[in-house]
């Protein structure tokens, strides 16, 4: 039996494992150092949802989401990352994270949850079937982005 609960920072390297996966199968370039960094940050932040889901008291799924405000549609939340484990898919452990991300947004008080679906080279048009059965809709809105330096 599956249980989903709000993250802490005691699962860091389970999730950290599972998102070293997602961002390999995904064709992401983010090393392990910045991903367990950027997971420790976003566990303590105020401003961030971690939630996972156990299965006989293992974490096999996550998904972290984040707010900003903006002058468009003031306080949004975004659902930034979500994987499930190859061995647990298709159990709707997806659906059951998206929905826990919806909760917090709609608790937070934000206008929208938004979602970023990124092809990096692949065929992710199975994304958008699944999102849109969840109530998302596509507002053709493109994402530019420039790399700074620090």
Do not use: C
């Not at 860091?12 to 998102?19: G, M, N, V, W, Y």
């Not at 392990?32 to 889901?53: D, P, Y």
């Not at 608790?107 to 998302?136: C, K, M, T, W």
């Amino acid at each position: 039996m599956s249980r989903l609960r709000t993250a802490d920072a005691a699962d860091h390297s389970a999730i950290l494992a599972l998102a070293v996966d997602f961002y390999a199968e995904d064709g992401f370039t983010t090393p392990r150092e910045k991903l367990a960094e950027h997971l420790s940050h976003l566990l303590g932040s105020a401003a961030a949802h971690a939630a996972v889901i156990e299965e006989g008291g293992t974490i096999v799924a996550f998904a972290l989401s984040t707010s900003s405000y903006g002058l468009e549609n003031g306080l949004i939340a975004e659902l930034e990352d979500l994987y499930v484990a190859p061995a647990f898919r298709r159990r709707g452990l997806a659906a059951e994270l998206i929905e826990d991300s919806a909760r917090w947004a709609t608790e937070l008080g934000a206008a929208q949850l938004e979602i970023v679906i990124a092809p990096n080279g692949q065929d992710v048009s199975h994304l958008f079937a699944i999102y849109r059965g969840r109530g998302f809709t596509d507002e053709g809105r493109r994402i530019l982005s420039r790399t700074t330096t620090r």
